[in-house]
């Protein structure tokens, strides 16, 4: 059964750091892309960073470009997400999800989700 | 930069009715790269529609989407009470974005 289980998160203070983690199973990892995308508290979905299945090619949402760097161990079947410079805007609970691409620069919708992880900047 | 555009923010409806989801983008979603996705409180997302009529694997057959260009509609044909809940759209045609979401709630 395809699963994705994050982990990672927690109560951060603004400007710091924290990684979140996306274990896979159920499926062959390394033929996939990967997404992050998160949720603000009564919020819609926001989509923030995806991966090709091998880990060479890697977009951002403005909103987290520059801060957040997305990274995959396919020999792990994880996905990674580090936030640096967090704000209290980037407080919300954070999915990874599976694109159906094989392709390098070619990435489509998400399939299969994970539950999340939550993640709140406050001081 | 697409903006998607959902409406109406919320729908209030019957079981057995047939409810109707718009998705208008503000320009024209290449190759009809367009989503969408049911949630339920505390629940992850889950793939309804993809490529704009594609119905997803285990999807019920009362589900169906279409539209092309910039407007697109999301037709449950009658509705189920486990189907009330907020859905989304997505494109996927430049970047990526999703809409506001449409709260589908019990009248």
């Not at chain 1, 982990?7 to 274990?23: D, I, M």
């Not at chain 1, 091998?54 to 801060?67: C, I, L, N």
């Not at chain 2, 057995?16 to 992850?44: I, M």
Request: charged share 15%; proline share 5%; with cysteine.
């Amino acid at each position: 059964q395809v699963h994705l289980v994050e982990s990672g998160g927690g109560v951060v203070q603004p400007g710091r750091s924290l990684r979140l983690s996306c274990a896979a199973s159920g499926f062959p990892f390394s033929s996939y892309a990967m997404h992050w995308v998160r949720q603000a508290p009564g919020k819609g979905l926001e989509w923030v960073s995806i991966i090709s299945y091998d880990g060479t090619s890697k977009y951002y949402a403005d909103s987290v470009k520059g801060r957040f760097t997305i990274s995959r161990d396919n020999s792990k079947n994880a996905l990674y997400l580090e936030m640096n410079s967090l704000t209290p805007e980037d407080t919300a609970v954070y999915s990874c999800a599976r694109d159906p691409s094989t392709s390098h620069n070619y990435f489509y919708y998400m399939d299969v989700w994970g539950k999340g992880t939550t993640v709140t900047v406050s001081s | 930069e697409i903006v998607l555009t959902q409406s109406p923010g919320t729908l209030s409806l019957s079981p057995g009715e047939r409810a109707t989801l718009s998705c208008r983008a503000s320009q024209s979603v290449s190759n009809n790269y367009l989503a969408w996705y049911q949630q339920k409180p505390g629940q992850a997302p889950r793939l309804l529609i993809y490529g704009a009529s594609g119905r997803a694997t285990g999807i019920p057959d009362r589900f169906s989407g279409s539209g092309s260009g910039t407007d697109f509609t999301l037709t449950i044909s009658r509705l189920e009470p486990e189907d009330f809940a907020v859905y989304y759209c997505q494109q996927y045609g430049s970047s990526r974005a999703f809409g506001q979401g449409t709260r589908l709630e019990i009248k």
